[in-house]
């Protein structure tokens, strides 16, 4: 493909649109991973914050969905391809702004190739969604208002792509302002978004120590203070317990753990595209041998932002698990510097301006492992069931990640009529509910049977293991002394009765068991319970 710069706008454009299209056809046609139908329940029953993560989610969700109004995966998941979207737009004129047109569409075209940007916020509905927006604006805005002013006198040679135009004091302000809030908005995401405001603080201490005269930078951190005061409010009348929750997630201190490092390492190439991640460190290494491929301050603030961000978890990882994907909004705004790398090489050279071989590489890899993963999830062509435990029914399933987004729609109607029969036949009521033994699978019943049937969902355990559900029992009239409940067990995440429910009720009767199908092969299957009589 042979780029024509006067014709990028159009190819940006295009890009969005087909990107929206994929997006959301994947959004509609796969079912809710355990994370994202939790998530449902903070738009079901929100609040000014949660256990495990502030209430954005939650409010994206009711807003893209009417309040709920349309309740399929597809209106749901709605705001993850709109935002994802406007993600791509803005890293696009991230890279304008960075160095040139080029630039911008290169870092476009790579974004989208992440798999954490183009799945996990572009079509799965996660805090991560309306975080990397917000966090991408907040970037945005502080990189512009860092920009040199007018009658400054730092314009020099070394200044590339927008930066070449200084900007009114007035407005350099106004974006200061605006970054707060973004800033903000994306602490209202997840938490992990205080790195912006610790990349700022780098910033300006390492480079720029004359904003620490500016009055508008600390207006800016008072506004994202108070944007977080709901949360605090919320922890302040629960003890802290998110603080404290993630707390215990991770540590400054304790036993080596070099395999969950390397998990981390591995996880983040995954997530982040191997080809995208590769191209980074080679960008990186470039710039430390003293290639200027990128203008100096938005160099130095971008490695501001991410390096803390990569490293603080790089380090927590070497003391206990770690999920790849809480650094992924770093490594997303480094793809900035790959993308001046081969947008300033091919300039060098004066070679045609055809697309990068790494760039198809990587959306090439995009494309194969959406086609791959999709027709796994929907087929099981590739069994990914290990060991005699994994292939008798008891654990049939377990250790195929897949099963955890596949089979679900087909519950409901299974259950519904053997619910039917028992309630004929005198075992059980019409009012009595059903009980779960941690937040997933629970939400993933929850949302796929207990809701479309009318079926109140409670948590039976410990708020380490049902975590928003404590607070979901009390909204729904709490677990109620000598009740019946239906309990439904997953063999692919198999909890044995005996073990967790003898204690707590007078008499556990399974009842039947329903077949999760897969190209005409169990997937999985699903124990259905009687627990008579809440001790």
């Not at 005061?229 to 080596?256: A, C, E, M, Y």
Request: glycine letters at 8%; proline letters at 4%.
């Amino acid at each position: 493909m042979r780029i024509q710069e006067n014709k990028i706008d159009k190819y940006i454009v295009w890009l969005l649109i087909i990107s929206a299209l994929v997006r959301g056809f994947l959004a509609a046609f796969l079912e809710f991973g355990n994370d994202e139908v939790y998530y449902w329940t903070y738009a079901m029953y929100p609040d000014w914050s949660h256990f495990d993560h502030p209430g954005m989610v939650g409010w994206v969700m009711q807003i893209f969905s009417l309040n709920l109004l349309f309740t399929s995966e597809f209106a749901l998941r709605l705001s993850s391809i709109i935002f994802m979207t406007i993600d791509t737009y803005i890293i696009y004129r991230l890279g304008c702004l960075v160095n040139n047109k080029l630039t911008g569409f290169y870092a476009a075209l790579l974004y989208t190739a992440s798999l954490y940007c183009f799945i996990i916020t572009g079509v799965f509905i996660m805090p991560d969604t309306p975080l990397m927006m917000f966090t991408l604006l907040a970037i945005w805005c502080f990189l512009s208002s860092f920009r040199p002013t007018e009658g400054s006198g730092e314009i020099s040679s070394k200044i590339a792509g927008d930066f070449s135009t200084p900007l009114r004091s007035a407005r350099n302000d106004g974006l200061l302002a605006l970054g707060g809030l973004f800033a903000g908005l994306a602490l209202l995401s997840k938490y992990s978004a205080i790195f912006i405001w610790s990349g700022v603080g780098f910033y300006v201490l390492f480079y720029d120590r004359k904003q620490l005269r500016n009055k508008y930078l600390y207006l800016s951190a008072f506004i994202s203070v108070v944007c977080m005061l709901p949360v605090l409010i919320w922890n302040l009348q629960n003890d802290f317990i998110s603080f404290t929750f993630h707390g215990d997630r991770v540590s400054f201190f304790g036993k080596l753990q070099p395999l969950d490092f390397l998990a981390e390492i591995f996880g983040e190439l995954g997530y982040n595209n191997p080809i995208n991640y590769i191209l980074i460190i080679i960008a990186l290494v470039a710039l430390w041998k003293g290639n200027k491929f990128i203008a100096e301050m938005p160099r130095r603030f971008l490695l501001c932002f991410a390096l803390p961000f990569i490293g603080v978890f790089w380090f927590f990882s070497l003391m206990r698990e770690t999920l790849p994907h809480w650094s992924a909004p770093a490594f997303s705004l480094l793809l900035l510097f790959p993308a001046s790398y081969l947008a300033d090489k091919q300039s060098i050279t004066n070679k045609s301006r055809r697309l990068p071989k790494p760039i198809i590489a990587t959306v090439s890899l995009l494309l194969l492992v959406l086609v791959f993963g999709v027709l796994e999830i929907k087929t099981g062509f590739v069994p990914l069931r290990f060991g005699e435990r994994a292939n008798s029914v008891r654990y049939y399933g377990e250790g195929d990640f897949t099963t955890t987004i596949y089979g679900w729609r087909s519950i409901k109607d299974d259950f519904q009529k053997i619910r039917e029969e028992k309630i004929a036949e005198g075992q059980m009521k019409e009012s009595d509910g059903m009980i779960g033994l941690q937040w997933f699978p629970m939400a993933n019943f929850d949302y796929y049977v207990a809701n479309p049937l009318g079926v109140n969902m409670f948590g039976l355990r410990s708020i380490d293991k049902i975590h928003k559900y404590y607070w979901i029992n009390e909204y729904r009239g709490g677990l109620q002394k000598g009740n019946d409940y239906w309990f439904l067990n997953e063999s692919s995440d198999y909890y044995a009765p005996e073990r967790y429910l003898d204690d707590k009720f007078e008499d556990i009767i399974p009842c039947d068991t329903i077949s999760v199908e897969r190209c005409g092969k169990p997937a999985k299957y699903v124990f259905v319970y009687m627990c008579k009589g809440l001790k």
